[in-house]
C-alpha cells in the first residue's frame, strides 16, 4: 500500500517551452502532496504543498507563477514549469500524505528528472 | 525548530547491522523523528518513525534515547541494496512539512 507514482520519469525539452508532472497516489487518496526539487548531489528542497481543492503553499524563494501546481483531486496534482530555462534542469519528486494532521507520513515518488536544453 | 546532525557517510559489512545515528538535541516534546531513504536516482523511501518508543518493522528498527536527544536507525542485516542516504528527519512547523538534511550515505560492501 502506499504506492506514489509519476509521470513522466524523464523529460527533455527546449528553453521556453512549459512541461507538466504528474503526481497520482495509486492505492489511497491523498489530501495533501509536496513538491520537492533535487540538483546534483543535493538534497531534496521543498518547493510547495498542496492540498485537495485548496491553492498551493509555495516555500520562500519558490516562484509560485513559473512552477503551476493543481491538486484538482484526492488522487492527482500535477506540476507545470512554465517557460522552463536550463537552470530549471532538476529532479522533481512528489510526495503524498492521507491527511493535513502533522506527522502524518509522506510516501514519495519515484522522481522526474528534467532536462531543459 | 529541531534539527539533526549525522555523520557525511559510513560503512558496513554486508550482512552484518548498519546502526546510524542521529542527533536531535533540540527536538520538541511532540515532534516524531522520521527516517527516510534515497537510493541513486531515486524517490525516497520511508523507513520508519517514531515519537518516545523504540519501534521496530520488517524494514529496520529505531531506537530513541529516554532525553529524544537522539536515536539510531538498525537495519539488522545489511545488504548490498541497502546502499543509500539515510535522512533522518525531525517534523517541523505545522502542516506535516519535512525537511531535508544532507543525509548519511551508508556504503555496504561484500
Known amino acids: 500500500g502506499a504506492v506514489v507514482s509519476q509521470h513522466p520519469s524523464w523529460v527533455i525539452c527546449k528553453s521556453g517551452t512549459s512541461v507538466k508532472i504528474e503526481c497520482r497516489s495509486l492505492?489511497?487518496?491523498?489530501?495533501?502532496m509536496f513538491w520537492y526539487r533535487q540538483f546534483p548531489k543535493q538534497s531534496l528542497m521543498l518547493m510547495a504543498t498542496?492540498?485537495?481543492?485548496?491553492?498551493?503553499?509555495?516555500e520562500q524563494g519558490v516562484e509560485k507563477d513559473k512552477f503551476l501546481i493543481n491538486h484538482a483531486s484526492l488522487t492527482l496534482s500535477t506540476l507545470t514549469v512554465t517557460s522552463a530555462h536550463p537552470e530549471d534542469s532538476s529532479f522533481y519528486i512528489c510526495?503524498?500524505?492521507?491527511?493535513?494532521?502533522?506527522?502524518?507520513?509522506?510516501?514519495f515518488g519515484p522522481g522526474t528528472r528534467l532536462t531543459v536544453l | 525548530d529541531a534539527k539533526t546532525t549525522q555523520p557525511t557517510s559510513m560503512d558496513c559489512a554486508e550482512g552484518r547491522a548498519a546502526n546510524l545515528p542521529c542527533n536531535h538535541s533540540?527536538?520538541?516534546?511532540?515532534?516524531?523523528v522520521y527516517w527516510y531513504r534515497q537510493i541513486h536516482s531515486q524517490g525516497p523511501q520511508y523507513i520508519i518513525h517514531g515519537l518516545k518508543n523504540n519501534e521496530t518493522n520488517e524494514m529496520a528498527s529505531l531506537i530513541i534515547t529516554e532525553d529524544r536527544k537522539s536515536s539510531t536507525l538498525i537495519l539488522p542485516h545489511a545488504t548490498l541494496r541497502d546502499t543509500a542516504v539515510y535522512y533522518c528527519i525531525v517534523r517541523v512547523g505545522y502542516g506535516n512539512k519535512l525537511v531535508f538534511g544532507a543525509g548519511t550515505i551508508l556504503r555496504v560492501k561484500s
Open positions: 492505492d489511497f487518496q491523498a489530501t495533501t
Open positions: 510526495s503524498a500524505s492521507r491527511t493535513r494532521v502533522w506527522a502524518d507520513t509522506q510516501y
Open positions: 498542496s492540498n485537495e481543492g485548496s491553492k498551493a503553499t509555495y
Open positions: 533540540t527536538i520538541s516534546g511532540n515532534e516524531y
